[in-house]
């Protein structure tokens, strides 16, 4: 990595992004949402596209001098259309979050009715929780998941009956199991409603064809574009033709000012890379990746939310183990594996403490991970899990950790 100018300006931030960097390049990376972007995708996000205000959108912009702009951001939204197989793409949202704010925006007044996944059943924030806009303006409902580990679809259609949303949210931020996106718009057709699916963990896998496409049967699609899509931060909202110039007007002048062309950029550069086939072989290697992870866990003796995976997470339920989500997450920190704590349905502990710890496999997996190697992360974990206050014992984990670090190196 070229830190040349930085490291002159400014040693003091140079100096913990080679930190960070090594931190990346030592740790086994298993943060679900997580991945690690290409040397180009990185390319366009740091070009001089930053210098460029482009409110607006392409050829109809507030600012002149966008031609090139206006180039990049159309292809973007050509690559992003063909990839997902939706009519219209606003490529410009800052990030996942906003992506769902403008839906909103654009389709309902607050007050109006949302039926969405409960944030601590595997939702996410701006599908509805009561801290985060979504749940603050509008008068959501929440479903949930079952002993299962499963969406109960005939559970959301009641609900649906029921409540009569205007606006009905499918796609999770922990949920291991396929979204069955025909089921959901048949709920909301039955009960009139407006159907989002958030596919934003799940975007690589679809876009590989390795997750059934929400395409057909939803009329808005949002994502954002650096989990398993692999591309820079940032977020895309999909929709079919008719939404279009409400979803534009929502994002801008509705939610943001100046879009980030560079990220742009960015993302054109990832739409291109994941309609590659090696992009679908990674998609593939993920999905096998995680359910190698899962069987290991399990054959050493740990329960998963839901047993076997289908897609590229999973969630550790530890309440039989009597230790916490908080507590395990800093224990594997120790030996050099990265995850997050997250409850477990019905957790008895606090969405701080938790019961559970989410891995994912997308990062691993761009690293070239291979099922073997996840065995021996299963091992790693389990170890760890089970003797958390051998110090000693930690310390040899941390050493296997690192040998599958170097085995399969990252940014060399
Ligand atoms: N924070 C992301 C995740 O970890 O799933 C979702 O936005």
Known sequence: MNLENI?????????QIELELKRQQDNIELIASENF???????ACGSILTNKYAEGKPNKRYYNGCEHIDVIESIAQKRACELFGMDHANVQPHSGAQANMAVFMATMKPGDRVLSMDLSNGGHLSHGSPV????????????????????DYENVRQMALEHKPKLII??????????????????????????LADIAHIAGLVAAGVHPSPAPYCDFVTTTTHKSLRGPRGGIIMC?????AAIDKAVFPGLQG????????????ALLEASKPEFKEYAQQIVKNAKALAQGLMDEGMDIVGGMTENHLMTLDLRKTGKTGKDMANVLEKVGITANKNTVPNDPQSPFVTSGIRLGTPAVTTRGFKEEDMVEVAKIIASAVFSSDNELGLKNLRERSLKLCEKHPLYD
Do not use: R
Request: glycine letters at 8%.
């Open 7 to 15: 490291k002159k300006v400014d040693p003091e931030v140079a100096e």
């Open 37 to 43: 972007t290409s040397e180009a995708v990185m390319e």
């Open 132 to 151: 985060n806009f979504s749940g603050l303006y509008f008068d959501v409902k929440s479903y949930g998941i079952n002993e299962y580990g499963e969406i």
């Open 170 to 195: 499918c796609g999770a931020s922990n949920y291991s199991k396929i979204i069955d996106f025909k089921k959901f718009k048949e709920i909301a057709d039955e009960v009139g409603a407006l159907l």
């Open 240 to 244: 079919k033709e008719e939404f279009a």
């Open 258 to 269: 100046g879009p980030l062309e560079h990220i742009i950029a960015g993302k054109a550069v």
